[in-house]
């Protein structure tokens, strides 16, 4: 979707029924690379966000998802110009729905070197448990 | 190999629900599985050993900025050699197979300004920039003449 915002913006005015969140103050925004693991307690969660620090990273729990956003700590000096670039400015943005599976009470999240990891404790009610027979 | 969750029938797909929800929240998400399918292949370009590069320049130097994310210092290898710039980083990944060595190397063509002596680089948040300076005749000189 956020690349479709990109390419029509027109498209990113909120319909009707108001959306959950407000996206206009991030600017154009990129979904980061991730990738989910799953045990029986938790689940892993692992971003890829070169160039955000521990300050520029907003990760929110609110209802049933949870919202990652990074912005980049680092910006050109003025005096530097372009010779070729592959990278983008925009703000890192990943929203996963999670439908309350996890105790977001719990979310233990480390940086570093641009890796975020995320473990999200299962909420109780779906971890597996043995039921003792009478 | 890709997934196609199930969903566990919740408040939010259950027909009542959808009153108060927009139209195109539906939509939106299949429209976004649908991109996610279609970009899956490209986004797998850092695993296939490549990383984005971007170079700058000042009138000293030229600065050449790589992502990335997860490296250890120790396992960065920046070489100047016959006018190339080599980047290199290995990492010990955990794969299905136990612990893998993963390895994404690059290469980028110098200008032609610059100089081998005195290259130096930093590592920050999973970025590294790589400074080289100018060679003295590239460098914009100024020159005040003393007019009698």
């Given at each position: 979707?956020?690349?479709i915002h ?11 029924v108001a959306?959950?969140?407000d996206e206009?103050d ?10 989910i693991?799953?045990t ?5 969660l692992?971003?890829?966000l070169p ?8 990760i929110?729990?609110?209802?049933e ?12 000096p003025?005096d ?5 670039r592959?990278t983008?400015?925009?703000?890192y943005?990943?929203?996963?729905d999670?439908?309350?599976?996890v ?5 233990h999240?480390?940086l570093?070197?641009g ?7 299962k909420?109780?009610?779906i971890?597996?448990r ?5 | ?10 408040r939010?797909?259950?027909p ?6 927009g139209a ?6 299949e ?22 590069v971007?170079?700058y ?9 790589a992502?990335?994310p997860g490296?250890?210092r120790?396992?960065?290898?920046v070489e ?7 980047l290199?980083?290995s990492?010990e990944a955990?794969?299905?197979k136990g612990q893998?060595?993963?390895?994404v190397?690059?290469?980028i063509?110098l ?6 002596e005195?290259v ?7 970025v590294?920039t790589?400074?080289?300076?100018k ?8 020159i ?5």
């Open positions: 979707m956020n690349l990109s390419l029509i913006p027109s498209f990113s005015r909120a319909p009707v959306q959950g969140h206009k991030l600017g154009p925004t990129v979904q980061p690379r991730y990738e693991k799953e029986d307690e938790a689940f892993g692992t971003v890829t160039g955000v620090t521990k300050d520029n990273l907003e929110t729990a609110e209802g998802s949870l919202r990652i956003v990074g912005k980049r700590s680092w910006s050109r003025d530097w110009s372009v010779i070729y592959e983008t400015d925009a703000t943005l990943l929203e996963i999670h439908d309350n599976a105790d977001t009470e719990k979310v999240a480390e570093r070197d890796i975020l990891r995320l473990s999200l404790p909420a109780e009610e971890k597996p043995r039921i003792e027979i009478a | 190999m890709r997934y196609i969750r199930y969903n566990y029938p919740t939010r797909s259950l009542v629900a959808a009153f108060g929800r195109w929240n539906g939509l939106e998400s429209i976004d599985r649908l991109f996610n399918a279609a970009l899956a292949g490209t986004q797998n370009a850092a695993a296939a050993g490549r990383f984005p971007d170079a320049q000042d009138t000293n130097n030229v600065y050449v900025r992502e990335l490296f250890k120790d396992a960065i290898n100047v050699v016959d006018g190339y710039l080599t290199e980083a990492r955990e794969g299905e893998t060595k993963a390895k190397n690059r290469s063509a200008p032609e300004d610059v100089q081998t005195g130096s680089a930093a590592y920050v948040d999973g590294l790589v400074t080289l300076p060679k003295e005749e590239a460098k914009p000189r100024k005040s003449v003393a007019v009698k």
